[in-house]
């Protein structure tokens, strides 16, 4: 499905939205069209507008940073780049009964919390194999040391961006972050969370 870069008010990327709520959000005077995508035009029986590739809303929207803040599934497979960190395998190297699941490197039974420097992506078996232990009781350590993502990573890291909407990425958060996101090139199909639009 085709989507649409929705920005807030200051320029700041928030979130992908189907082309037909992009349109809608324009016609109802609650966004204007920045870009568009080729030359293609949407008509209706009393409108022709634009496809649109990029949308700005004309009132800021705040999001909430207990939003920016929160360990997902979705977001912490991102961050660790779809691969086990203890095996180091991705989900086309896991067996079919395998899936990628949430560790805690202190297990929450023994006071570990659903933090970012305490969980780590890891396949159903490493993670059934380490149970209920900590890394130093049965030698399995993450591939690299947890952290939170900045929020730029958090939300981008399962869009797909095409080369227009790719340079807001670049102009706001700049060169490495989009680097980072590895540029216009797709992820892993995943369950996204959005960033909400109230509109």
Request: proline share 7%.
């Amino acid at each position: 499905m085709v989507r649409c870069l929705a920005l807030n008010a200051s320029f700041e990327p928030l979130t992908m939205v189907p082309v037909r709520r992009a349109l809608r959000l324009v016609i109802e005077g609650k966004a204007e069209i920045v870009e568009a995508e080729g030359g293609d035009v949407v008509r209706s029986a009393h409108l022709v507008l634009p496809k649109p590739a990029i949308i700005r809303l004309v009132k800021f929207v705040h999001v909430p940073r207990r939003f920016r803040r929160q360990v997902t599934n979705t977001f912490l497979f991102a961050r660790d780049g779809y691969r086990c960190q203890y095996c180091h395998r991705s989900p086309l190297e896991l067996r079919s009964r395998e899936c990628l699941t949430r560790d805690h490197l202190v297990p929450m039974s023994r006071g570990g919390g659903n933090e970012w420097s305490n969980v780590v992506t890891a396949c159903s078996s490493c993670n059934t194999r380490k149970g209920n232990r900590l890394p130093a009781e049965c030698g399995m350590y993450p591939l690299t040391q947890p952290h939170e993502p900045h929020f730029v990573h958090l939300t981008w890291a399962v869009r797909r961006l095409t080369t227009t909407q790719s340079k807001y990425i670049r102009l706001f958060y700049g060169e490495a972050a989009l680097r980072a996101l590895g540029g216009v090139q797709a992820a892993p199909r995943a369950t996204l969370e959005r960033v909400p639009v109230h509109c």
